[in-house]
């Protein structure tokens, strides 16, 4: 993966930015300064930092916003999967994402430009609750529920203990502290459970409530405060 695609992905910056930062000599690969576009990374194995001058920083109005993002699109700037968030919210086609939902997920997710909020929400040290809606085509047990709450193996690495709640005999809520790609489905997988929809509906203290599908509206500083402080 290009280092730019990368940084797109992880919400740190656009890819028209992190071209802008390789050439200022702004990135870093596992310590050591690059200044070459077609650099390929891991994202599994190789660090990446983003050195940005504390000047350039202040100079740009940090701007972070709550988006219900509906079913059938991805959290990327590519066209390669079909429709984008950023089709959805042309006004705000210079943010990043912050996190991800995948295509077929439908929710609340932020968009921003701000690093400390991208670091709070999705940071390898963050605290930050992500609670879900999830149904499921076979009927729910509880004991089966306890088992996602204790934790599974994905990859051969336990998930993190969560919070989950019973709904109803085919949906349930969870909370998670912590991120892996496609986790929710691949936790149901585990037992056996079908996700036929799944929706983020709450991000920290930030809730989808009032918030229609493919509707957005910008944090106020208090909001934002009380993200980066957690």
């Keep these: 993966m290009r280092i730019q695609k990368y940084c797109s992905e992880k919400g740190l910056c656009s890819r028209r930015e992190a071209e802008d930062y390789i050439q200022r000599g702004y990135v870093k690969v596992n310590g050591k300064v690059v200044r070459e576009m077609g650099v390929q990374i891991d994202p599994e194995k190789d660090k990446i930092q983003l050195e940005i001058p504390k000047r350039i920083i202040e100079k740009q109005e940090k701007i972070t ?3 219900y993002k509906p079913r059938g699109y991805t959290c990327t700037k590519s066209r390669e999967e079909g429709p984008s968030i950023f089709d959805l919210f042309p006004a705000w086609s210079k943010l990043n994402t912050v996190g991800r939902l995948d295509k077929e997920s439908e929710g609340i997710i932020l968009l921003s430009n701000d690093g400390r909020v991208t670091k709070a929400v999705t940071g390898e040290d963050h605290t930050i609750e992500k609670e879900y ?3 499921v085509r076979e009927e729910i047990s509880q004991d089966k529920l ?3 709450s204790r934790g ?3 990859d051969d690495i336990k998930t993190l203990p969560c ?3 019973l709904v109803g005999t085919h949906k349930f809520r969870i909370t998670l502290r912590e991120g892996r790609k496609h986790q929710i489905r691949r936790m149901a997988d585990v037992v056996q459970w079908t996700v036929t929809k799944l929706k983020r509906v709450r991000i920290g203290a930030l809730t989808g409530r009032g918030l229609e599908p493919g509707k957005g509206r910008i944090l106020s500083e208090k909001e934002v405060r009380e993200i980066i402080k957690v």
Excluded: G, R, S, Y
């Design 65 to 67: 916003v709550l988006c």
């Design 133 to 135: 809606e999830v149904d």
């Design 146 to 148: 306890n088992m996602l």
């Design 152 to 154: 599974v193996l994905i």
């Design 163 to 165: 919070v989950t709640k």
